[in-house]
């Protein structure tokens, strides 16, 4: 059983920029894709980005592409999301998930690969 700690979120102001992780737990961590996801209260779980075992390959929703930056320290069990040039519509509680079964970081988009999940951490931008 692998847990996922989310980190980092929280208030900041348009414009701003926030580094999220993803801690887990097992050393097997640096095997598996990670996802990063996101909701909003009354809207469904979005798909953000998804980052290789390797970190050799990204795929990344349009709404943020040039704005977040993922990239994973396999040596420290870690996944990191930078946030910059925050926008108010990026409010929302953000998740990771680690995929065991699944390496095309374009499947990974589809949270049903996804076998475990963190508890996620919440980011609010004021505007």
């Known amino acids: 059983q692998v847990q996922l700690v989310e980190s980092g979120g929280g208030l900041v102001q348009a414009g701003g920029s926030l580094r999220l992780s993803c801690a887990a737990s097992e050393r097997t961590f640096s095997n598996y894709g990670i996802g990063w996801f996101r909701q909003t209260p009354g809207k469904e779980r979005e798909f953000v980005v998804a980052?290789?075992?390797?970190?050799?390959?990204?795929y990344y929703a349009d709404s943020v592409k040039g704005r977040f930056t993922v990239s994973r320290d396999n040596a420290k069990n870690t996944v990191y999301l930078q946030i910059n040039s925050l926008k108010p519509e990026d409010t929302a509680v953000y998740y990771c998930?680690?995929?065991?079964?699944?390496?095309?970081?374009?499947?990974?988009?589809?949270?049903?690969?996804?076998?475990?999940w963190g508890q996620g951490t919440q980011v609010t931008v004021s505007s």
């Open positions: 998930a680690a995929s065991t079964r699944v390496f095309s970081t374009f499947l990974m988009s589809n949270e049903r690969v996804y076998d475990y």
């Open positions: 980052i290789s075992w390797s970190g050799g390959s990204t």
